[in-house]
């Protein structure tokens, strides 16, 4: 079975790491016409229609300039600017989830370099300051370093893990095996999906599993399985996925972030999902890609 989120990231683009302070090379490239600019204002992407919009050297506006890299014999780069000068209408100007159905459906190439884009804007918009002094942060590195111009400390983007994850109860691939999914807090009435959190320090990975999952839902976990991962730039994840078994079934919300879980055995999944009763996360996410995995194929309804 090939899962969604795979898919995404099928193909991307060559990340150039060593051209990022090679001055002649960028200066070749942002001359060639074949160059493609993604324009970034604060940590939005304008659309095109249904994907993003790329545009010349030549018409990007002034701004960080971003090396992305190497994708199908071109350069490609992303333009952060200010969302206050963005050219167009300010609803042309979309989140990535807004795009997730483009790369789905019609082009999940440019998904590894959106993302990319995405997850350095995030970076640099919420990295305002030097976090020692206070001290006003300078772009190098085709902007993947970021250096105080007081006291010179540099700063790197961020990755913060978070464990998401499809806990079961049964017999693997029994009838009576059952799948437990929650609806977060805030969410639509009907939109449940995976339980996932930031793994904190000193922890491992399975423990941040069998914590989060009793946080949320007081059920316990034993045995946790490495699935797949996945860059979440929303704002700096990566999306550790894993398949939990668990040793008990009761469930106690924590008042807090869940409003509502439940037990579904793949029956029930696939009624109430055609039914739209539930509505399932979207294929761009690693969560589809667990229930899936868990359910055994492809399932109706997305959000």
């Not at 229609?49 to 890299?69: F, H, N």
């Not at 350095?120 to 111009?149: D, I, M, N």
């Not at 668990?246 to 055995?265: H, K, N, P, S």
């Amino acid at each position: 079975m090939t899962y969604p989120h795979a898919e995404l990231a099928a193909g991307a683009h060559a990340r150039l790491a060593e051209r990022r302070d090679d001055d002649a090379w960028l200066a070749e490239k942002w001359a060639d016409p074949k160059t493609r600019v993604l324009l970034v204002a604060g940590t939005r992407l304008r659309s095109a229609g249904a994907g993003p919009a790329w545009v010349s050297p030549e018409e990007a506006p002034d701004g960080t300039r971003i090396l992305l890299g190497e994708h199908a014999g071109r350069a490609h780069f992303a333009m952060l600017i200010d969302p206050e000068h963005a050219p167009g209408e300010r609803e042309e100007w979309v989140g990535l989830r807004a795009l997730a159905p483009h790369f789905m459906d019609h082009d999940s190439s440019e998904a590894p370099l959106a993302f990319h884009a995405i997850g350095l804007a995030e970076w640099h918009w919420r990295t305002r300051r030097c976090p020692v002094c206070g001290g006003r942060l300078e772009s190098r590195q085709s902007g993947h370093l970021l250096v105080c111009t007081e006291c010179e400390r540099e700063q790197f983007p961020r990755t913060d893990p978070a464990v998401i994850m499809v806990v079961a109860i049964g017999e693997p691939g029994s009838d009576d095996e059952r799948c437990l999914l929650g609806r977060g807090a805030g969410w639509g009435e009907g939109r449940f999906s995976t339980l996932a959190g930031f793994v904190e320090p000193g922890e491992s990975l399975e423990d941040a599993v069998r914590r989060e999952v009793f946080e949320e839902v007081g059920v316990e976990v034993g045995q946790v399985d490495y699935f797949g991962n996945q860059p979440w730039p929303l704002p700096t994840s990566l999306m550790l996925g894993f398949v939990g078994r668990a040793t008990t079934t009761d469930i106690v919300l924590d008042g807090d972030e869940m409003a509502e879980a439940r037990w579904f055995t793949r029956a029930e999944m696939r009624a109430e999902a055609e039914a739209g009763t539930i509505v399932l996360p979207g294929g761009i996410s690693i969560s589809r890609s667990l229930v899936e995995h868990w359910y055994g194929g492809p399932l109706p309804g997305r959000w």
